[in-house]
């Protein structure tokens, strides 16, 4: 990440040569650094919006904060259907997920797993087995780790260690267990990832309540969360 120029460096640089620019530029820095950054555009499915001021969930401490659309279609349907078969004026609840920084590159593009007993979870699993959520956006900003190996010394965030939190949707099933005190989803298409909120080394004190701040979000944006029908995918 080191040798990885800023985007205004990049856009500068396509905008002088074109992509042909572009590309003998950072193939300058490094053979592979090209194909990599690549990769990591093309593979990415979901559609991350930044979020207008006025769409913004207040008491966060940042403006860094993102509507994912589109992750993962066949997980969105199979979300969409399970809360089909609920009842409709409550048939989702709201929550927060925190993990370390290194993970979201897989969450948004193959949404949240349940990682419990295997080689890759990450922190106990006191409460159960499946996908840990809290009401306290301070309660899982507490499991949001960084550390300094993948750092980007020209990212726009500085040269802080940026922390992921994501806000989540979650599906008011039947046999959802109650929260006690957090809510482990074993279930994994029970949970759609709907905002991402990126902080940085100033902007980490906050406990927002997760459903008082959906309740707030504007009802258009909130529309524009309806997922793909079958034939979509």
């Given at each position: 990440?080191?040798?990885?120029?800023?985007?205004?460096?990049?856009?500068?640089?396509?905008?002088?040569?074109?992509?042909?620019?572009?590309?003998?530029?950072?193939?300058?820095?490094?053979?592979?650094?090209?194909?990599?950054?690549?990769?990591?555009?093309?593979?990415?499915?979901?559609?991350?919006?930044?979020?207008?001021?006025?769409?913004?969930?207040?008491?966060?401490?940042?403006?860094?904060?993102?509507?994912?659309?589109?992750?993962?279609?066949?997980?969105?349907?199979?979300?969409?259907?399970e809360k089909s078969c609920t009842?409709?004026?409550?048939?989702?609840?709201?929550?927060?997920?925190?993990?370390?920084?290194?993970?979201?590159?897989?969450?948004?593009?193959?949404?949240?797993?349940?990682?419990?007993?295997?080689?890759?979870?990450?922190?106990?699993?006191?409460?159960?087995?499946?996908?840990?959520?809290?009401?306290?956006?301070?309660?899982?900003?507490?499991?949001?780790?960084?550390?300094?190996?993948?750092?980007?010394?020209?990212?726009?965030?500085?040269?802080?260690?940026?922390?992921?939190?994501?806000?989540?949707?979650?599906?008011?099933?039947?046999?959802?267990?109650?929260?006690?005190?957090?809510?482990?989803?074993?279930?994994?298409?029970?949970?759609?990832?709907?905002?991402?909120?990126?902080?940085?080394?100033?902007?980490?004190?906050h406990n927002v309540d997760a459903?008082?701040?959906?309740?707030?979000?504007?009802?258009?944006?909130?529309?524009?969360?309806?997922?793909?029908?079958?034939?979509?995918?």
């Amino acid at each position: 990440m080191f040798r990885v120029p800023s985007v205004d460096e990049m856009i500068a640089e396509y905008t002088s040569g074109g992509a042909a620019g572009l590309s003998k530029s950072l193939e300058a820095r490094h053979a592979l650094l090209e194909p990599t950054l690549r990769w990591i555009i093309t593979s990415n499915r979901a559609h991350i919006r930044y979020l207008e001021p006025h769409e913004r969930i207040k008491g966060l401490g940042t403006d860094n904060q993102f509507v994912m659309l589109g992750a993962s279609p066949q997980h969105e349907w199979k979300f969409q259907m399970e809360k089909s078969c609920t009842v409709k004026s409550r048939s989702s609840i709201w929550a927060w997920h925190g993990s370390h920084f290194k993970n979201w590159h897989s969450i948004v593009r193959t949404s949240l797993k349940n990682m419990s007993g295997t080689k890759y979870q990450a922190h106990g699993a006191s409460y159960g087995k499946g996908i840990y959520l809290a009401k306290k956006s301070g309660t899982s900003l507490g499991y949001s780790k960084f550390d300094n190996s993948g750092m980007w010394p020209l990212s726009k965030l500085g040269k802080t260690q940026p922390q992921v939190l994501a806000l989540c949707e979650i599906v008011n099933h039947r046999n959802l267990p109650k929260p006690n005190p957090y809510y482990v989803i074993p279930i994994e298409h029970w949970v759609a990832t709907r905002f991402l909120v990126v902080h940085n080394s100033e902007s980490r004190r906050h406990n927002v309540d997760a459903n008082e701040a959906a309740t707030k979000i504007p009802r258009k944006l909130m529309e524009s969360l309806q997922g793909p029908t079958k034939g979509d995918l």
